[in-house]
């Protein structure tokens, strides 16, 4: 799927891959950066800067986002990113979660193809990218549940097939609240399943994913190399799809 989504770059010496990178666009103003990997055995030889200044050439005129380890950050640094946040992995085998309770007014069902404009929509105002083929490529390999108030759509999240098991993301919502039932959806009945979701460090529902089972696991930081995109809704990305597709 990144792949087919992307385009990249890999270092080949003597037929052997030692490395590779990709980006994906989102419009022509912006994109992500990711999937910077160096065989351990041609690490400190310059190879991660070399992809590195491929993708930039490639990416040219774009904005570029991409989510850093601590290890990686330096090099990003070096080539023109700053951060401007984090964002926290929590994973494990999901403890028993009771279904979400619906306020009056509320609704949560599973998203059709005619939803699919709405869908558009509510990421579009919350991550101000233009992200429709990300959508349909997840939507295609996962399932898709819709939030709404008073018949509105508020926000909407992603599972999917994922590593070690399922990926809850991404979850676009206006607050905290309407984020977690979102997420407790998909908790609820898979009990002793793996499950992961990549969550900015500022929500508040850390600890309620603690209680469900799902671990911290390490954290990144979000880096830019250019502007950030304006989300122009009330909508919020609170997880990620994955951190190099954001």
Not at 70 to 92: C, D, I, M, T
Not at 186 to 200: C, K, P, S, T
Request: aromatic share 6%.
């Amino acid at each position: 799927m990144a792949i087919g989504l992307g385009h990249g770059v890999i270092a080949d010496r003597a037929g052997e891959l030692v490395a590779t990178g990709m980006w994906w666009p989102y419009g022509d103003s912006h994109a992500t950066v990711g999937m910077i990997i160096v065989s351990p055995d041609h690490q400190g030889a310059g190879l991660g800067r070399r992809v590195m200044q491929e993708l930039l050439a490639q990416a040219e005129g774009r904005s570029l986002l991409l989510y850093a380890t601590v290890a990686g950050k330096p090099l990003y640094e070096r080539l023109g990113f700053a951060p401007y946040g984090e964002v926290s992995q929590y994973q494990g085998e999901a403890l028993q979660a009771a279904a979400p309770v619906l306020s009056d007014g509320m609704s949560l069902r599973a998203a059709l193809p005619a939803d699919m404009a709405e869908v558009k929509r509510l990421d579009r105002a919350a991550s101000g990218l233009a992200r429709e083929a990300l959508l349909a490529a997840l939507q295609e390999q996962g399932e898709c549940v819709l939030l709404e108030r008073a018949g509105k759509a508020v926000g909407f999240s992603i599972l999917r097939r994922f590593g070690r098991g399922l990926v809850v993301g991404p979850v676009i919502a206006d607050n905290d609240q309407d984020a977690r039932t979102l997420v407790a959806h998909w908790l609820h009945g898979r009990e002793g399943q793996f499950i992961r979701v990549d969550i900015r460090a500022d929500a508040s529902f850390a600890n309620w994913l603690i209680e469900r089972g799902l671990q911290p696991a390490g954290s990144v930081i979000a880096m830019v190399r250019g502007t950030l995109p304006v989300a122009p809704g009330a909508a919020r990305l609170y997880a990620l799809s994955n951190q190099a597709l954001g």
